[in-house]
């Protein structure tokens, strides 16, 4: 178990788009292994759902990735170096102070006053695409500029600026670009930003989330700008992606497609299946820590300065529910891990739950009969992207 074995790496050799890596799930199937990463970097995948859980909110583990496994093979780190404002990077107290005064505005009751907004700005793209006719693009129509408009809007930007905000998430988030180009697209996005910044600072707004930066927190300007560009780049990209391949899951799935046409107002609890479910069937390994000390899991020591990546395969974990590996839109929602966990938990989770349930039961319920225009395995997917999701989903309604 201590020797290291070359897995396969996240998003590759896929024999259909929505399942693991081939051979994947049968090397992680006796526990931790460890994962030759394309830039060179070895790693332990974690895959239990237990384990997953220790890693992600054990202290001894650390969120700096200076070095970190990642899917460049040129080794340009583009998401993983501590600077300023980067508080994924994190650890303790330091981490804590930037996410504390940003809890606010991911609130539930923040969010649930924002619902009615999302579901106008989701109406009006499916007004237009339903104007436009089939067959249409669900990534081009909705996945990818509804979730842009949205975190804009919550952190008080202007929407024309949306291209901005894909362009820099496709820099940040690509597998093939350098951290040159990233830093291009950011500091074009950072002028934009700053003009915002000094907007909020005359006004003394703290209704949206940049005038609450500004104007209710000690944060420095280069802290400020760095942690909006990755709230607008993230906040998009993750949305964006679960959206198409849920829509996918379903399509593939039509004795779960009648669950929610028969009850949409479950959307809530169904979202927590599909994320459960279609982030586990993905497998591949993602979120990277470093061990400070020995530490067990799994019954397996990871050595101090090891690398350990954590697999989203453990939602499919029996300890998580009865029948892990079977998608039920039916069962009851259960503690996933679709979100991560421990102190890094995707800040923004409860934002992309209302999207994600507006979503679905606004498509489902305006076009009962939308379809795949073409086969789901003949679709294209962004292989090229750190963040597995589909390029184009054609659909027809008719």
């Not at 700096?64 to 501590?82: C, D, F, I, S, Y």
């Not at 619902?115 to 109406?123: G, K, L, S």
């Not at 379809?371 to 090229?384: G, T």
Request: hydrophobic share 40%; net charge negative; proline share 6%.
């Amino acid at each position: 178990m201590t020797e290291a074995a070359v897995c396969p790496v996240p998003h590759e050799n896929r024999t259909h788009p929505l399942g693991a890596p081939a051979g994947f799930e049968e090397a992680l199937g006796n526990g931790p292994v460890k994962m030759l990463w394309p830039n060179g970097v070895e790693a332990w995948v974690v895959s239990s759902y237990a384990g997953v859980r220790q890693v992600l909110s054990d202290s001894r583990f650390s969120a700096n990735k200076e070095g970190a496994p990642e899917m460049r093979t040129e080794g340009e780190q583009v998401l993983g170096l501590p600077e300023p404002g980067n508080m994924n990077v994190m650890d303790g107290d330091e981490h804590l102070r930037l996410r504390r005064p940003l809890s606010r505005a991911f609130m539930v009751k923040r969010l649930n006053e924002m619902r009615p907004r999302i579901q106008e700005i989701v109406d009006q793209h499916f007004d237009e695409m339903e104007r436009r006719g089939e067959p249409a693009d669900l990534v081009s129509s909705v996945c990818l500029p509804v979730p842009s408009l949205v975190i804009a809007e919550l952190l008080g930007v202007a929407p024309e600026h949306q291209e901005l905000f894909q362009a820099t998430s496709r820099e940040m988030f690509g597998k093939n670009g350098s951290r040159a180009e990233y830093e291009a697209k950011a500091a074009e996005l950072g002028e934009v930003l700053a003009k915002v910044v000094e907007e909020k600072k005359a006004s003394g707004s703290t209704d949206d989330l940049i005038g609450l930066m500004v104007n209710d927190t000690d944060f420095e300007m280069d802290e400020l700008l760095m942690l909006a560009i990755g709230l607008l780049a993230a906040g998009h990209e993750t949305t964006s992606n679960f959206f198409g391949l849920f829509t996918l899951t379903l399509f593939e799935n039509p004795d779960q497609l009648a669950v929610l046409k028969r009850d949409p107002s479950r959307a809530d609890v169904i979202v927590e299946e599909l994320l459960r479910y279609t982030i586990g069937k993905l497998g591949g390994a993602g979120l990277a820590r470093r061990a400070l000390e020995d530490v067990e899991v799994d019954g397996v020591t990871i050595r101090a300065g090891d690398w350990v990546t954590v697999s989203s395969h453990a939602n499919l974990d029996e300890q998580l529910c009865p029948h892990a590996g079977e998608l039920d839109l039916e069962r009851r929602a259960v503690p996933h891990l679709g979100f991560g966990f421990g102190p890094h938990q995707c800040l923004g989770a409860n934002l992309a739950r209302a999207e994600l349930q507006i979503l679905l039961r606004t498509l489902f319920t305006r076009f009962p009969d939308v379809r795949p225009a073409i086969p789901v395995a003949e679709m294209a997917f962004r292989e090229d992207m750190i963040t597995y999701g589909a390029a184009a989903i054609p659909v027809v309604w008719s």
